[in-house]
């Protein structure tokens, strides 16, 4: 079974992050806080909430070497939270924004972290010693509408936007004084912050989620027209590949190897993609038993579920007992749209089987590849 | 904007006409041949037109409303039709239903039901979701 622990912590959850050693898990239960719950005994225990923000976290992540938490919301600022003791210790960063904070992530050495927006606009920030505070760098009128994912190269000065107008744009954000010369390599080396690196305009509609493979020669990103990018040699000359599939639309995407992608989103049940030894990529099947029925049905299905999932959400399942009974009919272990996907990767071992998702079900579900021995070839 | 571009496509719009005017006797000759298969993936060919004149737009709904209440075999028609075409003829599928006539409302949800199970709900996303190449 691919999915190996299920736990429902809250009603709904815009997003989560693991601690460094993976023993503790941050989420936001569609609220202002951040809840973080450890492990204790077998027993997922509440150890700590993160209050500050006013209104919906929308991002976190929790730094791998320095253990740091960056959150950012709605709200319009972002929080860099410290360990101090036993006590969770905020830093407000000043995202000079005047629409929602959307998406946040760190850079992979840890010294920057970008955040997507509602305002067209992207923030790099970085930590300045003398002042002792985050600052905030933005890109702008690069988007012609909300960012909403960012993804890191792993040189640390690429990153990767999606936006709802469609595009997936890679921008540099070398910043003086924070990156050094040599960390730039390639044939963009004299990129200065904030230029362009390559537009894609592959999606009539808008797009979510994108990420590097392992080694950032791939690039994938999801569109909400039922379509996924695989973007090879991103500079002046990318290599692009759409692949359309015939179930609901994406929202996030995880590499797990150079040759496979595993996309997340509507359809409630994981979706494997993987490229062949011509490195063509395609949809290779469902993770976790998803019952196999005749196309027939499956439509009928699947419509009444789309909407029963739309309704049943807000009128507390209200509509559920009608006809078919939503999601547990296909058997999918989410029951609703899931929104986060993240790698977990132990520091001693290089390789990523496993992977944790969260969605709009308020389930955390930590998923292995180990055993599915057909997609073994690909990892 | 778009009176800049209307200007460039003035142009161009006449060859668009004309070359749907040549599609639409290809497709009277596939008919008379009983070839309705054909005759839709001749007008579905080129489709949409690469034009925001909504002229071309409909002329090209034209073509292709003749040549799909022409189909009686939908099963028949899905099978020999090649998947590129899926996304494309779900658009026009829905123009159809916007229409509000009778015969054409009913072939449409009739193709639309056997083309949903074939091409799956990614098939009605990806032609509602695009805004920019609209039929």
Not at chain 1, 58 to 72: E, F, L, Q, Y
Not at chain 1, 251 to 263: K, N, P, T, W
Request: aromatic residues 8%; proline residues 4%.
């Amino acid at each position: 079974m691919a999915a190996i622990a299920v736990h429902k912590f809250a009603q709904c959850i815009t997003c989560h992050a693991w601690s460094p050693d993976l023993s503790m898990v941050a989420f936001c239960p569609n609220s202002t806080e951040v809840h973080i719950y450890k492990l204790l005994q077998d027993k997922w225990e509440k150890v700590h909430v993160l209050q500050k923000h006013d209104q919906i976290v929308s991002g976190i992540d929790w730094s791998a070497s320095s253990n740091r938490i960056v959150t950012a919301s709605h709200d319009r600022n972002s929080y860099v939270w410290n360990l101090e003791g036993s006590e969770w210790v905020p830093t407000l960063v000043i995202l000079r924004l005047n629409r929602a904070a959307l998406c946040v992530q760190w850079s992979p050495k840890e010294n920057k972290f970008a955040v997507g927006s509602g305002a067209k606009t992207v923030c790099v920030c970085y930590y300045e010693q003398e002042n002792n505070w985050w600052v905030s760098k933005l890109i702008r009128k690069r988007h012609d509408s909300s960012v909403t994912g960012v993804a890191w190269h792993p040189n640390n000065i690429f990153l990767a936007t999606t936006s709802t107008d469609g595009k997936c744009r890679v921008f540099s954000t070398f910043i003086k004084g924070v990156d050094t010369k040599d960390s730039r390599t390639g044939p963009t080396s004299d990129s200065k912050f904030g230029e362009q690196i390559v537009q894609l305009d592959l999606s009539f509609s808008w797009a979510f989620g994108v990420k590097w493979s392992p080694s950032g020669n791939t690039l994938a990103y999801v569109g909400h027209n039922s379509m996924i990018y695989f973007v090879d040699d991103v500079g002046p000359s990318p290599l692009a590949q759409n692949v359309a599939f015939r179930d609901l639309p994406l929202r996030d995407v995880l590499f797990v190897s150079e040759r496979m992608a595993i996309g997340v989103g509507f359809d409630c049940s994981p979706m494997v993609f993987a490229a062949d030894d011509r490195g063509i990529w395609s949809f290779i099947r469902f993770l976790g038993e998803r019952k196999v029925t005749s196309s027939g049905s499956t439509y009928g299905s699947q419509f009444s579920e789309a909407f029963g999932k739309l309704y049943g959400g807000q009128t507390k399942h209200g509509v559920s007992n009608d006809a078919v009974e939503p999601s547990r009919s296909r058997g999918g272990i989410h029951e609703n749209c899931i929104n986060c996907i993240l790698p977990l990767r132990r520091p001693d071992i290089s390789t990523t089987t496993r992977f944790s998702t969260s969605g709009l079900d308020g389930k955390v579900v930590i998923w292995d590849l180990e055993n599915q021995a057909d997609l073994s070839d690909y990892l | 904007m778009a009176a800049t571009g209307g200007f460039v496509e003035a142009d161009n719009a006449e060859a668009i006409i004309t070359r749907i005017e040549h599609k639409s006797r290809k497709i009277e000759s596939l008919l008379k041949q009983l070839k309705p298969v054909e005759a839709l993936k001749t007008a579905l060919e080129g489709s949409p037109p690469m034009t925001r004149d909504e002229r071309c737009k409909s002329a090209n709904w034209i073509v292709v409303h003749r040549a799909l209440m022409a189909i009686k075999d939908v099963d028949g028609m899905l099978t020999s039709l090649d998947p590129e075409y899926h996304d494309i003829l779900m658009k026009y599928l829905y123009r159809g239903l916007s229409t509000g006539d009778r015969p054409t409302c009913d072939q449409c949800l009739r193709i639309h039901e056997k083309l949903t199970e074939k091409a799956g709900l990614g098939c009605i996303l990806r032609s509602l979701a695009d805004t920019v190449n609209t039929v």
